[in-house]
């Protein structure tokens, strides 16, 4: 055999390996992932948006083929958390779990943070913080439709309560009564449950609320569930209106996702969106989150990015209008 016709025959031996490693997914990013992944949650343990988080990093451990361990990393407000993921090093081994308000609005409103939303790569959505609107027992309107008939009858005397100025659940209330041409009293408090238990007093007339909770209140004659800021009704609760049905079209939502820093490895941000994708769309995460109450709302990095810059001109056209 000539020596030139080995060559080739070795040449055509390696491409075909090659063709089928890569087909096999094993030289994608240096064979990223190839150890366990860390993924910030910027809130303590416990709390419904941590359960998501988890939920997902099970699923997305099993899609990847690597463990994917949640870390609470708490502190001004989920800033901290949010500020590790965007000075990670960019590898695709520490990641975000985080929601809209460290990750889009706090860097809005806020000029002292050590990183801004362009700072962090969106990966996808994952889900939402399912927000009703709940009005306290004492009040005569039982949906959403009566109460802005009501609103509309009593201007200015309605009151509700939110968890300070620029917040989403604020800025909700705000787009109700803008779509609606109502007016409304605010009342601030230090959170969404100190705002609840003073609508649950009667106090104030209506706040916000997550889903699963105020269902309890509801069940115990406390409260009544108005509607839901979401685009679908909601399965655990799909007898009441969503606002989109009453008339508000554009609203901020309180949803969640996964980030990446800036300039991240591009076969590692690759994997991490196949991954996620994966995990994000599967019945099993579907299954847990239904158990937990908590909606799967899975958006692809594509749709989570153009939603992300409407987020963003939303906000700073508020702060522009506001003085904020």
Not at 7 to 30: D, H, N, P, Q, Y
Not at 159 to 175: D, E, I, N, Q, S
Not at 302 to 320: C, L, Q, S
Request: net charge positive.
């Amino acid at each position: 055999m000539k020596i030139g016709t080995k060559k080739k025959i070795f040449l055509i031996m390696v491409l075909t390996l090659v063709f089928v490693f890569a087909g096999s997914g094993f030289l994608c990013a240096g064979d990223y992932p190839s150890k366990p992944i860390r993924m910030i949650y910027p809130f303590p343990a416990g709390s419904g948006g941590d359960v998501a988080a988890r939920i997902l990093a099970d699923a997305a451990s099993k899609a990847l083929g690597v463990p994917v361990k949640v870390s609470n990393v708490t502190g001004g407000r989920g800033t901290i958390g949010a500020a590790t993921v965007a000075r990670a090093k960019k590898d695709g081994y520490e990641i975000g779990a985080l929601p809209i308000g460290p990750s889009l609005t706090q860097p809005i409103f806020s000029a002292k943070l050590p990183y801004s939303t362009e700072d962090l790569q969106p990966i996808c959505q994952y889900t939402y913080l399912p927000i009703v609107i709940i009005a306290g027992a004492h009040t005569p309107y039982k949906t959403t439709k009566e109460f802005i008939a009501y609103a509309k009858a009593h201007p200015g005397e309605v009151t509700f309560a939110h968890p300070g100025l620029g917040t989403v659940p604020y800025m909700m209330l705000k787009a109700l009564e803008d779509a609606s041409g109502i007016k409304m009293k605010g009342i601030p408090f230090k959170g969404l449950r100190p705002g609840i238990t003073a609508c649950v007093g009667g106090h104030v007339d209506i706040a916000l609320a997550v889903a699963a909770p105020a269902m309890g209140l509801q069940k115990g004659g406390k409260v009544n569930i108005l509607g839901v800021f979401a685009d679908e009704r909601m399965k655990l609760i799909p007898e009441v209106p969503t606002v989109v049905e009453d008339g508000v079209k554009t609203y901020p939502q309180v949803w969640s996702g996964i980030f990446a820093p800036k300039g991240i490895d591009p076969g590692a941000l690759k994997a991490l969106k196949a991954g996620f994708g994966k995990a994000a769309q599967g019945q099993a995460y579907k299954d847990a989150m239904l158990k937990a109450k908590l909606p799967a709302a899975y958006l692809d990095s594509t749709a989570f990015e153009a939603k992300i810059k409407t987020d963003i001109k939303y906000f700073k056209a508020y702060k522009a209008k506001s003085g904020k």
